[in-house]
């Protein structure tokens, strides 16, 4: 079959690969209709450079059909569609039953000191071969596939694999309530998703933080007040403004470490990923050399009491975090992977019957054949062509 492989930094292409087929009982193998190109997938492409090898096969969004399944796989059959959950969990173990399904202890990656396997997501997450595929092995089948309701374009559910539980999850876990103020910094496709979500659960106002004009727009559009980075000199005061001087009660950091408005970090990770992968990963470890700016923006955005939600991905180990800051303001601080299958039941229902209370059917702005995602790589990236999510068809 055909997938998407990593080369080398920055170099992704289309390869020839062995079919994968059911090794275990709990595994199921799925054709995929489409797979989509996550702000993660580019941490992979560059800043993650050093955990990857030569024809590791990414993605981690996708949806399609069941081909086959193993025996002890029954709540879905061949030719069932499903949505893939991006972490792989077994549904039993005490963190799953916690719906802390990011950490599930059957499929924990021990030997990295990390929590469940990931598809698509380095050696760090179990070297799972990814989404971005023709057909894609998915273990502990019988939990994490989600069947869906009805015959809704690919689209509506795909995001149910990850932004959409990801902007849920975040949100939830900043507080948001009827008549909070939420902050969204960041407003990709994980940020647009949020600024929904919270809109969704009542929020009295909700501010929405980018340089990108087309995204800045697309929020605005959807009744978020919108601060651009590149005209608003500083960020947080603007919140203030926004928040009768207070600052957000909930603010969601979905950026993560590749965040704009850093240059000395920035060159330091074009560094790192550039040097040998062993002293380079001790780099990305040890050194904390990850862009904080979005981070920074979020904490001081927050009010005094707030909440920060942190669901950008940050991969350093030392980072010099304003603690005095995040002290003296009494702030609760909330992260981690999102806990895909603990929200897509509910998620999944407010899909049901063509329903959109979340604009998942304009957020793609790109569909392609997989045979483009190289290119569709680095334009996703550099933010071109009004790009905001892309999606792959796997079949040409
Ligand atoms: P993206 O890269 O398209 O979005 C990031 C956005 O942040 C961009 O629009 C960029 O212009 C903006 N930005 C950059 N620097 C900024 C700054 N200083 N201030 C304000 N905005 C800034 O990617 P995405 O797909 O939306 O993902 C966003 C983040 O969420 C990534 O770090 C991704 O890895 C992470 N993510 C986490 C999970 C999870 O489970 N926690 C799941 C999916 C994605
Ligand atoms: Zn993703
Ligand atoms: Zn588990």
Redesign the pocket.
């Given at each position: 079959m055909r997938a998407l492989t990593w080369q080398k930094k920055g170099e992704v292409a289309i390869e020839e690969v062995a079919d994968p087929v059911v090794e275990h009982p709990t595994d199921a193998v799925v054709r995929l209709t489409s797979t989509a190109l996550?702000?993660?997938d580019?941490?992979l492409y560059t800043v993650l450079a050093p955990y990857l090898s030569k024809g590791d096969i990414l993605g981690h969004e996708g949806l399609g059909v069941v081909e086959s399944v193993g025996d002890a796989v029954s709540h879905v059959a061949p030719g069932d569609r499903v949505v893939i959950p991006f972490n792989i969990s077994c549904g039993t173990c005490r963190m799953c039953r916690a719906g802390l399904q990011?950490q599930c202890e059957t499929t924990q990656v021990t030997a990295e000191g990390k929590g469940a396997a990931l598809f698509g997501y380095t050696r760090l997450y179990g070297a799972v071969p990814g989404c971005q595929a023709e057909r894609v092995r998915v273990p502990h089948a019988d939990y994490g596939l989600v069947k869906l309701a009805d015959d809704a374009p690919d689209e509506h559910y795909l995001y149910l694999s990850?932004?959409l539980p990801?902007a849920w999850q975040a949100v939830q876990y900043a507080g948001i309530e009827p008549g909070s103020t939420a902050a969204i910094?960041?407003?990709?496709?994980?940020?647009q998703l949020a600024a929904a979500c919270a809109q969704h659960l009542g929020a009295g106002k909700v501010i929405g933080?980018?340089?990108?004009p087309e995204?800045l727009a697309r929020a605005a559009a959807r009744g978020v007040h919108t601060i651009d980075?590149n005209q608003v000199k500083d960020v947080a005061s603007a919140v203030h403004d926004l928040t009768d001087g207070r600052g957000a009660d909930g603010v969601v950091d979905?950026?993560?470490?590749?965040?704009?408005?850093n240059p000395i970090a920035h060159a330091a990770i074009s560094a790192t990923s550039s040097m040998p992968a062993p002293l380079a990963r001790a780099a990305t470890e040890r050194f904390g050399i990850d862009r904080l700016?979005?981070l920074h923006?979020a904490i001081a955005s927050t009010r005094r009491g707030g909440t920060v939600s942190i669901?950008?991905?940050y991969g350093g180990m030392a980072d010099p975090m304003p603690m005095m800051q995040m002290f003296d303001k009494q702030l609760t601080v909330r992260m981690?992977?999102?806990n895909v299958r603990r929200w897509t039941d509910e998620l999944h229902g407010l899909l049901a019957n063509g329903a959109d209370p979340f604009g998942v059917d304009d957020l793609r702005t790109h569909r392609l054949p997989l045979s483009e995602a190289p290119a569709a790589y680095e334009m996703?990236q550099k933010?071109q062509d009004g790009c905001i999510k892309v999606v792959f068809d796997p079949t040409s």
């Open positions: 996550c702000g993660s580019l941490h990011s990850d932004i990801t910094i960041g407003l990709g496709p994980v940020g933080v980018d340089l990108v995204r980075v979905a950026v993560g470490m590749e965040a704009h408005g700016s979005a923006t669901s950008g991905v981690g992977q999102a996703f933010k």
